[in-house]
């Protein structure tokens, strides 16, 4: 099944799904408990389950975003979350922990269904889940074959690279009240969570490294990231850095194009913080 996305997110008529403003985060309330947010998105019709409307409303055939919370045992959350995502024919679910900050469960949220739209857009199957922190993958069955190079055991966890915009007093407090953020750019790792078939159609045939080498130098691609959206030229290799990524952002599906090179770089960039 195609649930993933082997093109460019900047492709031309697309809105870039990594470049988030935090004003356009929700605002949700949650219990401190693990679980699974879910997203499902419903149009409103006069027999229409949830959301309906009288006929001849204005609002009849716009959809409505409904986002609900299912606890759910933190080691087995993940895989709910990718069947539930099918069974219940829903938008995205989005595996939370209890120490998840609500903003970085709202960019959870957020990057869910920016990726579903898109992916919408290409024709290509929707069934979205992503996580806000690392989620725990329980290996169940044999390492999948034929993984392009990926070396995976079920389900494959793959950090995509957000950066979240912000204007001074603008987005949600912290888990324990503290004040907004200041203004300027974050640059932040979100999950997702495929299934062995996902990740092979979200590589579009190419090989990519290993899920855990990017991982290994995830600091040194945030860094990267937000060194190229700057415009620094203390970049390592930046003719060559600049060159690959044609004038775009970082993106982990730039990494996976182009391993070798902004790995290597990631790693320098990680060393020159230790």
């Not at 990594?18 to 929700?26: F, S, Y």
């Not at 975003?65 to 539930?84: G, K, Y």
């Not at 069974?87 to 709202?106: G, K």
Request: negative net charge; charged residues 20%.
């Amino acid at each position: 099944m195609a649930g993933g996305d082997p093109h460019p997110p900047d492709a031309p008529g697309d809105a870039d799904p990594h470049a988030v403003a935090a004003g356009d985060l929700p605002r949700l309330s949650l219990p401190y408990a693990d679980g699974l947010i879910t997203i499902a998105r419903v149009r409103r019709t006069p027999d229409a389950p949830v959301c309906r409307v009288s006929p001849g409303d204005p609002a009849h055939g716009q959809r409505a975003t409904l986002v609900d919370f299912v606890a759910a045992d933190a080691a087995q959350a993940a895989r709910t979350a990718v069947a539930l995502v099918r069974l219940a024919e829903l938008t995205a679910v989005a595996v939370h922990a209890r120490y998840a900050p609500s903003d970085t469960a709202a960019l959870a949220v957020c990057l869910a269904g920016r990726l579903h739209d898109v992916r919408a857009r290409r024709g290509l199957a929707g069934h979205v889940v992503v996580a806000d922190h690392r989620p725990e993958l329980p290996a169940m069955g044999a390492p999948a074959e034929g993984m392009g190079g990926v070396d995976a055991a079920d389900l494959v966890c793959v950090p995509h690279l957000l950066a979240v915009h912000r204007r001074a007093g603008e987005g949600v407090r912290g888990p324990w009240g503290g004040p907004m953020g200041p203004a300027g750019v974050t640059d932040r790792a979100v999950w997702e969570i495929m299934s062995p078939d996902q990740h092979r159609a979200w590589l579009g045939g190419r090989p990519g490294p290993p899920v855990d080498v990017l991982e290994e130098h995830l600091g040194g691609l945030l860094t990267l990231a937000g060194l190229v959206r700057s415009g620094c030229a203390q970049i390592p290799s930046h003719a060559e850095v600049l060159g690959v990524l044609r004038g775009g952002p970082l993106t982990t599906e730039a990494v996976y194009r182009h391993p070798g090179l902004l790995l290597a770089v990631a790693a320098a960039l990680g060393n020159r913080e230790e």
